[in-house]
């Protein structure tokens, strides 16, 4: 007697493998296709890190398996998918307050420094947090803002503007709007911090209070292209980014940051982050704990 269920049991098992098999050919043609578009480099052992991040997708949009996204990509027909894929191998988890040391550095370092009344400098100063995601780094920047702020009352000679960048258009609304839910204000912020600079909401979600967001401008920019429109910056944040690129592209990257940069502007890394060849435009400094480099 023939097991019907089982035989349907199959059929389900066959094209949940069909979809999510990968042909090597096709998995190049997958990584030229993101480097093209934004840059990262996969390694040759990320198939199932893609086909993890593009089973939603593939279902959303009807796609049988993986070698028919990769055509559709290459046509080039279908600008949303094209976006969605970018936004889905671009997204990262991110936290708050990243290895801590960048943020207490600004705000008991270069804040002293930059915002004290004896900075002669003119014009508000300008932070730059590159490759922003859903917004913990730009608000965590925004909060050591507000707490320099109130530690240091009527001494302030500058005020401070935030441009926060992303390539993915849909991480940019997640932070502009500035809501969370509990899982994620966990991930490294303060029961204080919590309390201080965001709101309840109705539906159980914390939301960033307008002090702090109203400093920050939110934009879409591609780092492989020019930075020229967003202007020249006193501090950059550009952390556990350049990870995901080659050096040749990293290189470049840097080159351009250096060139958004003042005068011995301050960039900030990730902590296993480094000058890949761009040590002759900055000079490391070491603020104990952490590294930072100072354009040359």
Not at 74 to 90: F, P
Not at 236 to 263: G, M, T, W
């Amino acid at each position: 007697m023939i097991n019907k269920d089982a035989n349907m049991n199959n059929d389900v098992f066959a094209k949940l493998a069909s979809r999510d098999s990968v042909d090597q050919a096709e998995f190049d043609q997958f990584r030229q296709f993101l480097e093209d578009a934004c840059g990262i480099s996969l390694g040759d052992n990320k198939q199932y890190l893609v086909t993890n991040r593009m089973r939603r997708l593939m279902d959303e949009h009807k796609i049988a398996n993986f070698g028919d996204l990769v055509r559709s990509l290459k046509q080039g027909l279908h600008r949303k998918l094209k976006e969605e894929v970018i936004d889905a191998m671009t997204t990262n988890e991110t936290f708050w307050f990243r290895d801590v040391y960048p943020y207490d550095h600004l705000k008991n370092n270069l804040f002293p420094q930059l915002m004290g009344p004896n900075n002669k400098a003119f014009g508000p100063l300008r932070v730059w947090s590159a490759a922003c995601s859903s917004g913990q780094e730009p608000y965590s920047i925004s909060m050591m803002v507000e707490e320099f702020k109130q530690k240091n009352m009527g001494s302030l000679a500058r005020q401070v503007q935030i441009v926060a960048t992303d390539l993915s258009t849909t991480v940019l609304e997640q932070a502009r709007l500035g809501e969370y839910d509990k899982l994620s204000v966990m991930r490294g912020l303060s029961n204080e911090r919590l309390d201080k600079f965001f709101d309840k909401t109705p539906a159980g979600n914390w939301r960033v209070k307008s002090l702090l967001r109203d400093r920050i401008d939110f934009r879409p920019i591609n780092l492989m292209d020019s930075y020229t429109g967003l202007g020249k910056f006193d501090i950059v944040f550009c952390r556990n980014v350049l990870i995901y690129f080659n050096a040749d592209l990293k290189r470049q990257i840097l080159q351009k940051i250096h060139a958004s940069l003042k005068p011995q502007g301050i960039l900030y890394l990730g902590s296993s982050e480094g000058l890949a060849g761009a040590a002759d435009l900055f000079e490391m400094v070491r603020c104990e704990p952490g590294i930072l480099y100072k354009a040359i």
